[in-house]
């Protein structure tokens, strides 16, 4: 049975060097597959662009270190510099040196995250988009995987020095047809109104925003709103007993029990109106 990778095994068959730190080549480093969440804009294509641009005119030399864990087959697992990688095998394919002058190697620095298992890992995502807070839908992938691990919504909130409240809501969003969370992506609708309309109205929130959409359109705006909203969307019944209810139920009990009172005897009637009536319809009006 062949020996376990790791890092220390890798040193010794050279794949790993350790001049100035951990390097290893470039074609010992993988994705895992589905690790990072979906979604890009033209935000994040003109920031690979700034990235691609870097890495073509200074190499690795100004770059960070990309966490890593062991790969069992061979090399290391990516954690925490996709983009990195990306950019550099694209400038790579398109011709750049990139090759270390004394290996003749594309050589990148490693960081190892130690003893780290799957929900670690998970949470090594959330940890490197700190500093650049995650889209709505790319929240609700995020969180839903956590939950994965059986983790209750608490603890995630904990985990992202949130509110419970927080990871709830972008579980609701996470349930959303892929047509709304595309509107939201596109800027059609805001996060907020489209939970909300989902959370009311289920497997119906995409008929209400797109005639929502046409509505404002009509209005001359260029965002769904509240009252695009309202205009469209079905009413829902009233739930529940509210106290105007209730004091209109007694206005009409006592006005028939003064009828009632000079058709039966005094005794009958006084234990009729001895009763405390708003108790008895709110309950029996539930």
Same mark, same amino acid.
């Given at each position: 049975?062949?020996?376990?990778?790791?890092?220390? &095994?890798?040193?010794?068959?050279?794949?790993?060097?350790?001049?100035?730190?951990?390097?290893?080549?470039?074609?010992?480093?993988?994705?895992?597959?589905?690790?990072?969440?979906?979604?890009?804009?033209?935000?994040?294509?003109?920031?690979?662009?700034?990235? @691609?641009?870097?890495?073509?005119?200074?190499?690795?030399?100004?770059?960070?270190?990309?966490?890593?864990?062991?790969?069992?087959?061979?090399?290391?697992?990516?954690?925490?510099?996709?983009?990195?990688?990306? %950019?550099?095998?694209?400038?790579?394919?398109?011709?750049? *040196?990139?090759?270390?002058?004394?290996?003749?190697?594309?050589?990148?620095?490693?960081? %190892?995250?130690?003893?780290?298992?799957?929900?670690?890992?998970? @949470?090594?995502?959330?940890?490197?988009?700190?500093?650049?807070?995650? &889209?709505?839908? %790319?929240?609700?992938?995020?969180?839903?995987?956590?939950?994965?691990?059986?983790?209750?919504?608490?603890?995630?909130?904990?985990?992202?020095?949130?509110?419970?409240?927080?990871?709830?809501?972008?579980?609701?969003?996470? &349930?959303?047809?892929?047509?709304? %969370?595309?509107? $939201?992506?596109?800027? $059609?609708?805001?996060?907020?109104?489209?939970?909300?309309?989902?959370?009311?109205?289920? *497997?119906?929130?995409?008929?209400?925003?797109?005639?929502?959409?046409?509505?404002?359109?009509?209005?001359?705006?260029?965002?769904?709103?509240?009252?695009?909203?309202?205009?469209?969307?079905?009413?829902?019944?009233?739930?529940?007993?509210?106290?105007?209810?209730?004091?209109?139920?007694?206005?009409?009990?006592?006005?028939?029990?003064?009828?009632?009172?000079?058709?039966?005897?005094?005794?009958? @009637?006084?234990?009729?109106?001895?009763?405390?009536?708003?108790?008895?319809?709110?309950? &029996?009006?539930?």
């Amino acid at each position: 049975m062949a020996a376990e990778n790791s890092i220390r &095994k890798m040193q010794e068959m050279k794949v790993i060097t350790r001049k100035d730190g951990n390097r290893i080549e470039l074609c010992n480093i993988h994705f895992k597959p589905d690790f990072n969440p979906p979604g890009r804009n033209d935000e994040d294509e003109e920031e690979d662009r700034q990235l @691609y641009e870097h890495i073509k005119e200074y190499g690795w030399s100004r770059l960070p270190a990309i966490l890593v864990s062991v790969r069992a087959e061979g090399g290391v697992w990516v954690l925490d510099g996709h983009r990195r990688i990306t %950019q550099t095998r694209k400038a790579v394919a398109a011709g750049v *040196d990139l090759s270390d002058r004394r290996s003749g190697k594309i050589l990148i620095d490693i960081r %190892q995250v130690e003893n780290a298992n799957d929900e670690d890992e998970h @949470y090594i995502i959330a940890e490197s988009n700190r500093n650049k807070v995650m &889209k709505p839908e %790319q929240m609700a992938w995020w969180i839903k995987r956590a939950k994965n691990f059986g983790r209750s919504n608490e603890f995630i909130a904990d985990k992202l020095k949130t509110s419970p409240a927080t990871i709830a809501f972008y579980l609701d969003f996470g &349930k959303a047809p892929a047509a709304v %969370q595309s509107m $939201v992506s596109s800027g $059609v609708v805001s996060l907020t109104e489209a939970v909300k309309v989902v959370r009311e109205h289920g *497997d119906k929130a995409t008929e209400i925003l797109t005639a929502s959409e046409k509505v404002a359109k009509e209005s001359g705006k260029t965002k769904v709103t509240a009252k695009s909203i309202n205009k469209v969307a079905p009413k829902k019944a009233p739930t529940g007993v509210t106290k105007r209810d209730i004091q209109a139920a007694e206005i009409a009990l006592n006005h028939v029990l003064e009828v009632v009172r000079d058709t039966i005897s005094g005794d009958m @009637y006084d234990s009729l109106i001895d009763l405390d009536v708003a108790p008895i319809l709110a309950e &029996k009006l539930k």
